[in-house]
């Protein structure tokens, strides 16, 4: 990002109210917004500073600030640079808005979500399941699903352990291939 | 879609039904499922389902140590795997400021090529059957495995090689590796006009692939199409070019790019990527010898290591597309949160279910191996 574009795209960037702006590299710009600003923020980008490209919405659970925080990742292909907007939204509803009329990528992304962690976002196309069809526990990303104790709860253990094995631990277990037989040794020359 | 949740209903009479495409159809990439409402042949409505291969990485990712998880990203795209150890490896750096060494730098581009070109092979053979000719795939499987062979010889694993770690990589190149690098190199650009005459140029494929699948510039932008996908319909994209990582910026490479944006396009995109990652791995094996030193930086132990608190996102250019993994530490002896963000998150979902709609049913498999759909990366 030249430094024109860089400074140009600092003055837009202030006509958002509460924003804090860091740039972490020089194409890698990390911007921290209230959530109600989210959207003015990315119509901002997309429309007048050529961010037309949403590479990801990453969520992560603060489970000690009672908060999630969405990250949305956006690119663009003429300045060459990554915009990383932050915003935190309580975790309790856990409700959010679409942005999909602005990037249609967020579909997939907000769907993702919805399903790992609980979050809702309004106006969203799609909140059906996709990967956990058939799961009915709670989210399982959320910080306080603990997978083990869940297994231990809904799954018992099994005893494996089959002849075969049992003959090669009274072995010394492993099996030695001698150097002449392995891969290499043979192919070459 | 398991026949025990699936109820047969009665409908009126009518010329629409359901139809389920997958998890097990030889037409669909991996294990993945298209639920499409017909017309005769024709698609009306097309719902991607995935989960098949959902496998919990971020979850698990965030009770392993930060090392561990070296050995299971790769595991997330089957058949290019090693952009997935880069691009992790790459975010534990940043957290770390860890300073890569140049010739380690320069392995792992030559681990990168490969992968390209070993994935590529890969998808000309599973693309060429979806036409019904399976010569394309034996070749393109056969001539793989030469790739796979170089991957054990110089990291220790065939597919899942786990050759970067945070600060570099893990193993000197064996004596005498670069030369049986370059004959590989050597047969694999041979082999390109036999596979020109039997798939590109085929008319079998042809006729089918002109046309089909066909996405404008401005869809590929508005869906959010990375990778050999987009260039194929004229936007000379790559984030090794235009988010440099790595020593690509020092390394001559082209950009190819076609204008029509059908499967036929996509195709040949891939063709002519293959052969610029030839070339890349020629420089490479010209430049190497001359870069000498250590190939990781020093890291603190392993087993007892607390990366700094901080979030980064890298990006990596897999032969799918744009990949990308966002890293949160809190300061801890594990990833506070890793996200990883799939090319084919985008071309397997919503773009597939967009393409497929108008299409007709026995092009569904044509479009979606010309995307170059990876579910596994869908999944995680």
Redesign the interface.
Known sequence: MSQQVAHWLDNLLKEIEGIEVRRKSS??VRVDVPADALPALLELLQGRAGY?????I????WIEDDEFEL?Y?V?S?ES?S?V?AHIRIAREPGVYLSVYDL???A???ER?IHE?YGIHFEGSPNMEK?????WDGPP??RKEFD??AYINEHLSWQEYNPEWLQELVAEGGGVIIPPEEQ??SQ?KK | ??PE?YEAQRQPPSNEYELNFGPNHPGIEGNYALKVKLHGDIVLEAK????YL?R?F??LME?RLWIQNIALVPRICVPDPSPMELCYSMAVEELCGLKVPQRAQWLRVMQLELSRIAAHLFTFGGHAATTGMYSTMYWGVADRDLLL?LF??FTGGRVYSIYNIPGGVRRELPEGFLQRLTETLDYIESRLPDYDNLFFKNQVFVKRAKGTGVMSREQA????V?GPNLRATG?A?DVRR??PYLVYDQLEFDIPVEESGDAWARTLVRRKELMESIRILRQVVEILPDIHGPIRAPIPNPLAWNVPAG?T?T?VESSKG?L?Y?V?SNGGPKP??V?V?GPS??HA??VLEKMSVGSRIEDIAQTMFSLDACPPE??R
């Open positions: 194409r890698r037309i490209h949403l590479s990801a990453s969520c992560v659970d990250v990742h690119w292909y060459h990554l990383s990037y249609q990528p579909g997939f992304f993702d790992m996709f990967i956990l069809t058939e399982p990303m997978s083990e891969r290499f192919k | 879609m398991r949740n991607a389902d995935g989960g959902h919990g971020e979850k009770q062979d054990e010889e932008l508005e869906w959010g990375t936007l994209f235009d988010d979030e996102y990006r744009e990308c966002y949160v506070y949160r996200h963000r998150s985008m979902v919503q869908v999944d």
